[in-house]
C-alpha cells in the first residue's frame, strides 16, 4: 500500500501558511567562517560542545540510579505481547556477560561478531561486549540469509579474526555459521544448532560468575577504546570497517541532544526497525534511547507491502515521541495514517518530530503528513533531518525546524567543524570532531586516503548554501562529487541533483535510478523501479516480479509519459536525459551494486552492466530502450 495523491497543491500550501509548527526545545546552531584565498572556506560552531562521558555504558549506570525499572527496550513476543527488559535488566545481564568474554580472553584482536538483526538478545550481546571494552560488530542479516556467495561475510571474518560470533537462532543462521566460522571460533546462540558444531548458549553466558576484574577493567575503558565496528561499503563493494570509539558515540550523542533539545524534556519512546549493523539505527537511534533514558520498542515490520501492516500494528498501541524512518518507510506509512483515525490519534498524540535519513523525503509526502497532523493536532510536527556518515557517528549536520526541508541539511552541529573546498564548480564538505572516526580497521591505505592534510575526513558529498551571503541560513545537498562525470562535450553531469528530479518526475513508479554518459554526447537512465508505486498504476501486477513490471504496457506508458515531462524542462546537455531503460532485474547485493538497506553503488552498476548501456548506446538500440 502506497500514498496516493488526495490533496491540491492549495490545500498543501494552506496547511503551511495557516498552521504553525509545534513549538518543540530546540539547539539552533549559528557559525563562525573563515574564507581562504583558495576559495576553501570553514565554518566553526560559535558555540562550544559540553562535556561528554568517558564511555557509553556510563549512561547506563546513571538510569539504574535514576529509573531502575522503567523499560529500555521491548519485542513482541509469541502470544503479541511484549517482552521487555529494564535499565536495571540490563545492567545486571550486561555485566555478566561481560564476565563470560573476559573469561575467554576476547580482544580488539578477537572481537565479538553479531550476524542477527535487532533484538534484545543481540542488545544483550553488544552491552555485555561494551561493558567488557571488547569491540562488536553488528553485520546485516542479508550478508548471511540474502547473499549466495557469502563473499561479504567471508570477507569481514577474515578482516575481524572474530573471537565469537553470535547469532539469536543457530539453525537459521546454520549454513552461513557452517561455511564461515572456523572451528577455532566459539559460535554462541540464543537457541537453535549447527550441525557439527558446538554451540553456546546465550543463557549459559548470563549465568557466568562476574569475572573479579570486571569493575576494573569497566573502569579502564577509556575515550580511545574501540567500542564497535560498523561496515560499509567502498567503490569495490568490499566492507570496510569503521573504527567506533567510545569518545565518537559519547559525543555524538552530546551533540544530539544539545540539538534535539527536546529530548531533554521528557524521555524519548520510540518505534523502531531501522538495522542496528548501520548507524542510523545501532548508533544514533539506540544511543539516543540510552542516553536520554528513553525506550525503544522494537518494530519487525518494513517499509513493503507485508511489512508496513506490522509497523501499523505497533503504532498502534505505541505513541512515539520521536519517530525514525527512511522516506519509504514515511510514504508507505501515509495511507493508513489518512484512513484510520485511531491510528492518526495514537501516532500524533505525543510526537515532537520526525527525521528521516537515507534519502530525500518528496513534497507530496512531506505536505501529507503536515496536512495529517494539522488536522489532528492542530500544528506541523516538525520534520527533521541533516547530514552524517557511518565515520561521523553519524550525526555531523542538521537543519532546524523553521528551515527544514528536502535537500536541505542545514550547518555543523556543536563540536563539529566543516571543511568546505572548491571541487569542479562545487564545495565538497570535510569533517572534523570528536565524533569522526580513527579510521578503518587493518586497512591503513584507505584510512590514509580518508583524511586530508589538515585531518577533515573525506565525506564525498558536496554542498550548496542556501544563501552565499549568510552561511547561517545552512546549506543545502549537492550531490556525490564521486559521482558526477563529464560528457563528450567536457560538460559536467551533476548526478545527485539529477538523479533527485528524476525520482520525484517519476513519481510513484520510480524508486532510485543510475544514470550512465561518462564520455558520451548524451545522458542516460538505468531505472529501478518502485513495485509498490507500479501497482498504483496497474494493480493487477504481481508484488514481486520486477521483469513483469518493467514490460508491463501500462508502467512503460506510464513512464515514458513523465519521462518525456522531465526531458522537457532540462535546461542542457548537463539535465537532459535521452535514453532510459526500466531494469528487469534486482540489483545484486553479492556484486556490490546494493547495500542490504537499499543504498546503490553507482559505480558498481555501472562496471557491472557495461553491456547494457553500450545497447543503450547503440544506434539501433534495442526495444526495452526508451529514447526521446
Given at each position: 500500500?502506497?500514498?496516493?495523491?488526495?490533496?491540491?497543491?492549495?490545500?498543501?500550501?494552506?496547511?503551511?501558511?495557516?498552521?504553525?509548527?509545534?513549538?518543540?526545545?530546540?539547539?539552533?546552531?549559528?557559525?563562525?567562517?573563515?574564507?581562504?584565498?583558495?576559495?576553501?572556506?570553514?565554518?566553526?560552531?560559535?558555540?562550544?560542545?559540553?562535556?561528554?562521558?568517558?564511555?557509553?555504558?556510563?549512561?547506563?549506570?546513571?538510569?539504574?540510579?535514576?529509573?531502575?525499572?522503567?523499560?529500555?527496550?521491548?519485542?513482541?513476543?509469541?502470544?503479541?505481547?511484549?517482552?521487555?527488559?529494564?535499565?536495571?535488566?540490563?545492567?545486571?545481564?550486561?555485566?555478566?556477560?561481560?564476565?563470560?568474554?573476559?573469561?575467554?580472553?576476547?580482544?580488539?584482536?578477537?572481537?565479538?561478531?553479531?550476524?542477527?538483526?535487532?533484538?534484545?538478545?543481540?542488545?544483550?550481546?553488544?552491552?555485555?561486549?561494551?561493558?567488557?571494552?571488547?569491540?562488536?560488530?553488528?553485520?546485516?542479516?542479508?550478508?548471511?540469509?540474502?547473499?549466495?556467495?557469502?563473499?561479504?561475510?567471508?570477507?569481514?571474518?577474515?578482516?575481524?579474526?572474530?573471537?565469537?560470533?553470535?547469532?539469536?537462532?543457530?539453525?537459521?543462521?546454520?549454513?552461513?555459521?557452517?561455511?564461515?566460522?572456523?572451528?577455532?571460533?566459539?559460535?554462541?546462540?540464543?537457541?537453535?544448532?549447527?550441525?557439527?558444531?558446538?554451540?553456546?548458549?546465550?543463557?549459559?553466558?548470563?549465568?557466568?560468575?562476574?569475572?573479579?576484574?570486571?569493575?576494573?577493567?569497566?573502569?579502564?575503558?577509556?575515550?580511545?577504546?574501540?567500542?564497535?565496528?560498523?561496515?560499509?561499503?567502498?567503490?569495490?563493494?568490499?566492507?570496510?570497517?569503521?573504527?567506533?570509539?567510545?569518545?565518537?558515540?559519547?559525543?555524538?550523542?552530546?551533540?544530539?541532544?544539545?540539538?534535539?533539545?527536546?529530548?531533554?524534556?521528557?524521555?524519548?519512546?520510540?518505534?523502531?526497525?531501522?538495522?542496528?549493523?548501520?548507524?542510523?539505527?545501532?548508533?544514533?537511534?539506540?544511543?539516543?534511547?540510552?542516553?536520554?533514558?528513553?525506550?525503544?520498542?522494537?518494530?519487525?515490520?518494513?517499509?513493503?507491502?507485508?511489512?508496513?501492516?506490522?509497523?501499523?500494528?505497533?503504532?498502534?498501541?505505541?505513541?512515539?515521541?520521536?519517530?525514525?524512518?527512511?522516506?519509504?518507510?514515511?510514504?508507505?506509512?501515509?495511507?493508513?495514517?489518512?484512513?484510520?483515525?485511531?491510528?492518526?490519534?495514537?501516532?500524533?498524540?505525543?510526537?515532537?518530530?520526525?527525521?528521516?535519513?537515507?534519502?530525500?523525503?518528496?513534497?507530496?509526502?512531506?505536505?501529507?503528513?503536515?496536512?495529517?497532523?494539522?488536522?489532528?493536532?492542530?500544528?506541523?510536527?516538525?520534520?527533521?533531518?541533516?547530514?552524517?556518515?557511518?565515520?561521523?557517528?553519524?550525526?555531523?549536520?542538521?537543519?532546524?525546524?523553521?528551515?527544514?526541508?528536502?535537500?536541505?541539511?542545514?550547518?555543523?552541529?556543536?563540536?563539529?567543524?566543516a571543511k568546505l573546498v572548491p571541487n569542479n564548480g562545487k564545495l565538497e564538505v570535510r569533517a572534523k570532531g570528536p565524533n569522526v572516526m580513527p579510521g578503518y580497521w587493518r586497512q591503513p591505505d584507505m584510512t590514509a586516503?580518508?583524511?586530508?592534510?589538515?585531518?577533515?575526513?573525506?565525506?564525498?558529498?558536496?554542498?550548496?548554501?542556501?544563501?552565499?551571503?549568510?552561511?547561517?541560513?545552512?546549506?543545502?545537498?549537492?550531490?556525490?562529487?564521486?559521482?558526477?562525470?563529464?560528457?563528450?562535450?567536457?560538460?559536467?553531469?551533476?548526478?545527485?541533483?539529477?538523479?533527485?528530479?528524476?525520482?520525484?518526475?517519476?513519481?510513484?513508479?520510480?524508486?532510485?535510478?543510475?544514470?550512465?554518459?561518462?564520455?558520451?554526447?548524451?545522458?542516460?537512465?538505468?531505472?529501478?523501479?518502485?513495485?509498490?508505486?507500479?501497482?498504483?498504476?496497474?494493480?493487477?501486477?504481481?508484488?514481486?516480479?520486477?521483469?513483469?513490471?518493467?514490460?508491463?504496457?501500462?508502467?512503460?506508458?506510464?513512464?515514458?509519459?513523465?519521462?518525456?515531462?522531465?526531458?522537457?524542462?532540462?535546461?542542457?546537455?548537463?539535465?537532459?536525459?535521452?535514453?532510459?531503460?526500466?531494469?528487469?532485474?534486482?540489483?545484486?547485493?553479492?556484486?556490490?551494486?546494493?547495500?542490504?538497506?537499499?543504498?546503490?553503488?553507482?559505480?558498481?552498476?555501472?562496471?557491472?552492466?557495461?553491456?547494457?548501456?553500450?545497447?543503450?548506446?547503440?544506434?539501433?538500440?534495442?526495444?526495452?530502450?526508451?529514447?526521446?
Amino acid at each position: 500500500m502506497s500514498a496516493t495523491p488526495s490533496m491540491s497543491a492549495s490545500t498543501d500550501s494552506a496547511a503551511r501558511a495557516n498552521h504553525p509548527l509545534r513549538p518543540i526545545s530546540f539547539g539552533t546552531p549559528a557559525v563562525h567562517v573563515e574564507r581562504r584565498d583558495d576559495g576553501t572556506i570553514y565554518l566553526r560552531p560559535k558555540a562550544q560542545l559540553l562535556d561528554y562521558p568517558v564511555r557509553i555504558t556510563d549512561r547506563l549506570h546513571h538510569w539504574v540510579k535514576a529509573a531502575p525499572d522503567r523499560v529500555f527496550m521491548a519485542e513482541r513476543n509469541a502470544t503479541r505481547g511484549w517482552r521487555q527488559i529494564t535499565y536495571a535488566e540490563l545492567l545486571a545481564s550486561s555485566r555478566h556477560i561481560a564476565s563470560a568474554l573476559l573469561a575467554r580472553g576476547l580482544s580488539v584482536e578477537k572481537p565479538v561478531v553479531i550476524l542477527s538483526g535487532n533484538s534484545i538478545d543481540h542488545v544483550l550481546i553488544a552491552f555485555g561486549a561494551l561493558y567488557a571494552g571488547i569491540p562488536f560488530c553488528p553485520v546485516s542479516p542479508a550478508y548471511s540469509l540474502v547473499s549466495r556467495d557469502y563473499g561479504k561475510l567471508g570477507y569481514l571474518m577474515k578482516l575481524l579474526t572474530p573471537g565469537l560470533v553470535f547469532a539469536d537462532d543457530a539453525t537459521k543462521f546454520a549454513d552461513a555459521l557452517a561455511a564461515n566460522v572456523s572451528f577455532g571460533t566459539e559460535i554462541a546462540a540464543s537457541r537453535g544448532a549447527v550441525p557439527g558444531r558446538d554451540v553456546t548458549t546465550l543463557a549459559d553466558l548470563m549465568a557466568t560468575p562476574l569475572h573479579p576484574r570486571l569493575d576494573a577493567v569497566h573502569e579502564a575503558i577509556g575515550p580511545e577504546t574501540i567500542a564497535k565496528f560498523l561496515l560499509t561499503s567502498g567503490s569495490t563493494g568490499n566492507p570496510k570497517a569503521v573504527i567506533n570509539t567510545q569518545r565518537m558515540i559519547c559525543a555524538n550523542q552530546v551533540m544530539l541532544r544539545e540539538t534535539l533539545a527536546f529530548l531533554k524534556d521528557e524521555p524519548p519512546v520510540i518505534v523502531d526497525w531501522l538495522p542496528w549493523n548501520h548507524t542510523f539505527g545501532g548508533n544514533h537511534n539506540i544511543g539516543l534511547t540510552l542516553y536520554n533514558g528513553g525506550s525503544m520498542y522494537l518494530d519487525e515490520g518494513k517499509p513493503m507491502p507485508g511489512g508496513i501492516e506490522e509497523t501499523v500494528r505497533n503504532l498502534q498501541e505505541i505513541s512515539p515521541t520521536v519517530y525514525f524512518n527512511v522516506p519509504k518507510g514515511y510514504e508507505s506509512l501515509l495511507p493508513y495514517l489518512r484512513d484510520d483515525g485511531a491510528l492518526r490519534k495514537k501516532f500524533f498524540a505525543r510526537l515532537h518530530a520526525m527525521f528521516f535519513s537515507g534519502a530525500a523525503l518528496s513534497a507530496f509526502v512531506w505536505n501529507s503528513l503536515d496536512e495529517l497532523s494539522v488536522r489532528e493536532t492542530g500544528y506541523r510536527v516538525p520534520m527533521l533531518t541533516g547530514l552524517g556518515a557511518t565515520e561521523t557517528a553519524p550525526f555531523f549536520m542538521s537543519v532546524n525546524p523553521l528551515t527544514s526541508r528536502s535537500g536541505h541539511v542545514g550547518l555543523p552541529v556543536l563540536g563539529n567543524d566543516a571543511k568546505l573546498v572548491p571541487n569542479n564548480g562545487k564545495l565538497e564538505v570535510r569533517a572534523k570532531g570528536p565524533n569522526v572516526m580513527p579510521g578503518y580497521w587493518r586497512q591503513p591505505d584507505m584510512t590514509a586516503k580518508a583524511f586530508d592534510e589538515e585531518g577533515f575526513y573525506k565525506m564525498g558529498d558536496a554542498l550548496k548554501p542556501v544563501d552565499p551571503d549568510n552561511f547561517d541560513a545552512g546549506f543545502d545537498f549537492d550531490g556525490r562529487t564521486g559521482e558526477d562525470f563529464k560528457l563528450a562535450s567536457g560538460t559536467w553531469v551533476s548526478v545527485g541533483p539529477l538523479r533527485a528530479r528524476f525520482v520525484a518526475a517519476c513519481a510513484p513508479l520510480v524508486r532510485d535510478v543510475v544514470i550512465a554518459g561518462i564520455n558520451r554526447d548524451e545522458i542516460s537512465a538505468l531505472v529501478v523501479l518502485d513495485l509498490d508505486g507500479c501497482r498504483l498504476i496497474n494493480p493487477t501486477l504481481p508484488p514481486d516480479d520486477i521483469a513483469t513490471a518493467a514490460s508491463d504496457p501500462l508502467i512503460v506508458a506510464a513512464f515514458r509519459e513523465r519521462f518525456q515531462q522531465l526531458a522537457a524542462g532540462a535546461t542542457g546537455s548537463s539535465t537532459r536525459i535521452t535514453r532510459a531503460v526500466l531494469l528487469d532485474t534486482p540489483l545484486s547485493i553479492d556484486r556490490g551494486e546494493v547495500t542490504d538497506k537499499g543504498s546503490i553503488n553507482q559505480r558498481a552498476v555501472l562496471e557491472n552492466r557495461s553491456a547494457l548501456i553500450e545497447e543503450i548506446y547503440s544506434p539501433a538500440p534495442p526495444a526495452q530502450v526508451i529514447t526521446l
